[in-house]
């Protein structure tokens, strides 16, 4: 997993969003299922070299968000997600989506033209 995981330092984002973010999206799409172990605190911040405690504040976002499970004496790992949970994906794109709109709006394109730039992308 941790091979997945690409940090932008000079992105303006703190780093544990980015590593947050990211963890979640593996988890939504499926490349991170249900009782997958997730990669020591130590082991993660080696690889990206950044602080334990940037990685370590990432993973408790993703307790909080009951993404991940910590069984006591155990490594973390992906939680059982209900179905609903998995459906919510939209809402990741949300910002995303909100952005890139307003940022045509900007540009004065129109939604036409935005929607073939979104197909175009998409093959």
Do not use: F
Not at 24 to 31: D, H, K, M, V
Not at 84 to 96: F, G, T
């Amino acid at each position: 997993m941790i091979h997945r995981l690409h940090i932008k330092p000079n992105s303006g984002e703190p780093i544990y969003l980015q590593l947050t973010e990211q963890i979640s999206r593996l988890i939504a799409a499926g490349e991170l299922i249900a009782g997958d172990e997730l990669p020591s605190v130590r082991d993660v911040a080696k690889s990206l070299a950044v602080n334990p405690m940037t990685v370590s504040k990432s993973y408790q976002a993703l307790l909080a968000k009951e993404l991940v499970v910590r069984p006591r004496g155990q490594k973390m790992r992906v939680a059982e997600i209900q179905q609903s949970a998995l459906e919510d994906k939209l809402c990741m794109l949300l910002p995303l989506t909100e952005q890139l709109v307003e940022q045509a709006k900007e540009l004065k394109i129109d939604l036409e033209k935005l929607q073939a730039l979104i197909q175009q992308s998409w093959k």
